[in-house]
């Protein structure tokens, strides 16, 4: 056995009514003018979570993709207000910007994850400038401290959880594949699946039950640290890829993630097992999709805008600079993948 293992010093407070510490959380970091993330939705919610804060500001206007001109009116505003700390509270475009904005500043952000995108677990920033996305690895975007209150996900629209949930799936799929991957990633990843699957299929039922919440915002967080310190392969660059022809994140994911296992089958039999395994299912690509069908959401690319006309160029981007992959990543197979994909087949 051989590898190498990073921890990443983040303090994760985790609980229903733990966000009653928020304040406690900032005080910690020794923090005295808060600037206050979320998205133009989540604006009230936010401002009442921030009773007893240290306010110096609120900046509410985070969208999708941190695009360059938002994320500098981010910037202004935590320069203008002197802020000395982010609080960000919402998913990952919310995430996003207290990352971008501790990029440029080194400012701590404390994030409050309100899907299960993970972003916060992670020293990855992204932003996007005319129609490209940079990302970049960087100590000083990682959360200092994380509260999970799966009280804050109640409201989730029950397919924004589903889409979220397998995308959280993915990250630790392909960490359980990771050609840096070690073995105490592959017991979170493992865990994780196990978590989500299990929960995800009663909390579409039951979306305001907090033990079905709960076990999918554990399952967030263990996809979270998966994805923090091992390449992604395949299946993330596919959804890079589609992500530049505009398709929403989280459904791209659930919707990739199965044909992207298939396509992975014969050269990750370890990973496919402890797949299966954490879904209780003969075969890891057949029972995520499986399990993607039960929670009601999009089985298609052709259903969330992807052009068929597109898939030979997605086909051909993504085999040009492709990610480390346990099988060699080729044109014919890669565009039948995305065929099977944008049609909605059940893996083979
Ligand atoms: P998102 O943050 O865009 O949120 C999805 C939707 O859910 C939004 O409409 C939002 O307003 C709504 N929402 C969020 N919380 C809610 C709540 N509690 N109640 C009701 N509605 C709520 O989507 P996402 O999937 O969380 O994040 C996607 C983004 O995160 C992408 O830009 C992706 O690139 C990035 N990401 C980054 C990393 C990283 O490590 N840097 C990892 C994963 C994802």
């Given at each position: 056995m051989n590898f190498t293992y990073l921890s990443l010093p983040i303090r994760v407070v985790f609980g229903a009514?733990?966000?009653?510490?928020l304040a406690a959380e900032v005080e910690r970091l020794g923090a005295r003018r808060v600037l206050l993330i979320s998205t133009p939705g989540r604006a009230q919610m936010v401002r009442d979570l921030a009773q007893g804060l240290a306010l110096a500001g609120v900046f509410d206007r985070a969208v999708m993709h941190t695009p360059l001109a938002m994320v500098e009116a981010a910037r202004e505003e935590a320069r203008k207000v002197n802020a000395d700390c982010c609080v960000t509270v919402g998913g990952g475009s919310t995430i996003g910007f207290g990352k971008a904005i501790a990029l440029s500043s080194s400012l701590p952000v404390v994030a409050v994850p309100t899907?299960?995108?993970?972003?916060?677990?992670?020293t990855i920033w992204g932003v996007s400038e005319g129609g490209a996305k940079k990302t970049g690895r960087d100590p000083k975007v990682l959360p200092r401290a994380v509260i999970y209150d799966p009280e804050l996900t109640l409201g989730l629209p029950v397919a924004v959880s589903a889409a979220s949930g397998m995308n959280a799936i993915a990250h630790c799929a392909e960490a359980l594949y990771a050609h840096d991957g070690n073995p105490i990633i592959s017991l979170m990843a493992e865990e994780g699946i196990r978590a989500l699957a299990s929960s995800l299929p009663s909390l579409v039922a039951q979306p305001r039950e907090l033990r079905f919440r709960s076990k999918a915002l554990y399952g967030s967080w263990l996809a979270g640290m998966t994805i923090a310190t091992t390449s992604v392969a395949l299946h993330h660059k596919l959804c890079h890829v589609l992500g530049g022809f505009g398709l929403p994140h989280a459904e791209t994911h659930s919707i990739v993630l199965p044909h992207a296992l298939r396509y992975n089958r014969d050269a990750a039999p370890e990973a496919m097992a402890r797949i299966e395994k954490a879904l209780n299912a003969p075969d890891a690509a057949k029972g995520l999709y499986d399990l993607e069908a039960r929670l009601g959401i999009?089985?298609?690319?052709a259903d969330i805008g992807m052009k068929e006309a597109d898939l030979e160029r997605a086909a051909r981007i993504a085999v040009e600079?492709?990610?480390?992959?346990?099988r060699k990543v080729e044109y014919a197979p890669v565009l039948g993948l995305l065929r099977d994909a944008y049609e909605g087949r059940r893996p083979s």
């Open positions: 009514g733990s966000i009653r510490g899907t299960y995108s993970g972003s916060e677990m992670t999009p089985m298609r690319l600079a492709p990610y480390p992959n346990p």
